[in-house]
């Protein structure tokens, strides 16, 4: 089995500028511009889209504070967040990330691109697949464990009681 480069630096605390229970933050191997950092999951995943809607909120939050830090101590015009998921978007390695990258006046790094122009058939199947495919990801909420109440004997004839009890006995009504 390959071990993951990332999970064995995640591992070694040395390397980390932050790291908390889902996530460490390390300046990139490879960087494209000075003071590049990447925020990367503790939990091996290979692909962006297969983080939990949780995770992959968390890292935006902690990228967000890392591209603060970036602006206010190198003084940087701007930041990139890029995440690329998948060999065709440019990932080299089996663990996923996201780059922030500090951006200067004339740093010479390129990420635009030239507007793809499409017909209006192309337009038209395209934007259809993509309104069913996000009808379906969208709204299928991922599986968390049902929460269990439970009122302590000693608390069971209070008033809180009661209004716990009411509250369990309306959720219990709904269809």
């Known amino acids: 089995m390959v071990e993951c480069e990332l999970c064995k630096l995640m591992q070694n605390d040395e390397n980390l500028v932050y790291k908390d229970d889902k996530v460490g933050v390390m300046f990139n191997m490879e960087p494209s511009a000075l003071g590049e950092m990447i925020v990367v999951p503790l939990k091996h995943e290979?692909?962006?889209?297969?983080l939990t809607d949780e995770l992959a909120a968390h890292m935006a939050v902690i990228a967000n504070k890392v591209s603060m830090a970036q602006v206010a101590a190198l003084h940087c015009e701007g930041t990139n967040l890029l995440v690329q998921s998948g060999e065709q978007a440019g990932q080299r390695h089996a663990h996923t990330f996201i780059r922030v990258i500090p951006r200067f006046d004339g740093d010479g790094i390129d990420l635009s691109w030239n507007p793809k122009k499409l017909n209006d058939e192309e337009m038209s199947v395209i934007e259809i697949k993509l309104r069913d495919a996000c009808q379906k990801i969208f709204f299928k909420a991922e599986k968390k464990a049902p929460q269990e109440f439970k009122v302590s004997?000693?608390?069971?004839d209070s008033k809180e009681s009661e209004k716990y009890k009411y509250m369990l006995e309306q959720l219990n009504r709904l269809p």
């Open 46 to 50: 290979v692909l962006f889209e297969n």
């Open 153 to 156: 004997e000693e608390h069971a």
